[in-house]
Structure formats: C-alpha cells, structure tokens
C-alpha cells in the first residue's frame, strides 16, 4: 500500500529493520511522531523473494518435502516469522511452528527468538535445495 507521510514541521525517526519485508511502512500517530521502519540488506546467499515462489513451489520440491512444508521453506527464503510461514503455507500458527522445527531439525533453516517473535531463516543448505529445485525438474 503506498500513501504518504506527512510530517507538518515534525522530525521522523528512520528504524533500519530486519522484521520489516520488501518496503518501508510507516508507523504513523497523529499523537506521536512519525516512524518509518525500513527493510534492512539480508545476508549474502539469500535467495531474491519471489512472490510465485511462495504461492507455487516447485513440483519436485513439494513432492520431496510435502505442499505445506515446502511453502514454509519458501517464506523463509527472505526472512519470515512463525505468523508469516502460518500465512504463506495456509495453516495455523501452531502448525506452522511444527513445520519450521522439522525445517531446522533439517538443517534447512534458522531461527532466531526476537522478544516475543521467532524470526526463520535459510541456511546456505536451504537456500542450496531452493537453488536446486527452481533450477527445473531435473538434477
């Protein structure tokens, strides 16, 4: 969603931020003064997002790994919380969470604890399967 912040003489606070995806969003209260949290740079190795990818994965990839599962390494691909892979792969939280222990049991992904928020990421394996599996059908 795209829409301006005015400032009206106030200052902004820029927050760089890992928990922010793709584009800047602003934290706008007409009370308090404006916040815009920016998306920082995902380390090296991380696979671009593509938004088809996490809608459609591979085929090979979704018989090796299973539909939801396959979803959740997918969302994890740019950085995703519990919440996010829960949306992305269309189920529950708690299944989500399932799914992302099996992931890390894998060795496919990470997961860093955030205050109350479980940040999962790819692994330089995880993001060897994705490179692998969107490469075609074939090794």
């Not at 860093?112 to 993001?127: E, M, N």
Request: net charge positive.
């Amino acid at each position: 969603m795209n829409r301006d912040l005015r400032l009206n003489g106030r200052g902004v606070t820029l927050i760089p931020t890992y928990f922010c995806w793709r584009t800047p969003n602003s934290l706008a209260d007409p009370e308090l003064p404006p916040v815009l949290c920016s998306p920082v740079l995902r380390r090296a190795g991380t696979p671009p997002p593509d938004h088809r990818l996490a809608d459609e994965p591979s085929v090979p990839l979704t018989t090796f790994l299973g539909r939801t599962r396959a979803a959740a390494l997918y969302a994890a691909a740019t950085g995703a919380t519990t919440g996010e892979i829960a949306r992305a792969a269309g189920v529950s939280a708690a299944s989500a969470s399932r799914h992302a222990t099996a992931l890390r049991d894998a060795g496919l992904i990470t997961s860093s604890r955030h205050a109350t928020t479980v940040l999962h990421t790819l692994t330089p394996v995880g993001a060897s399967v994705l490179r692998a599996s969107s490469k075609g059908d074939g090794p």
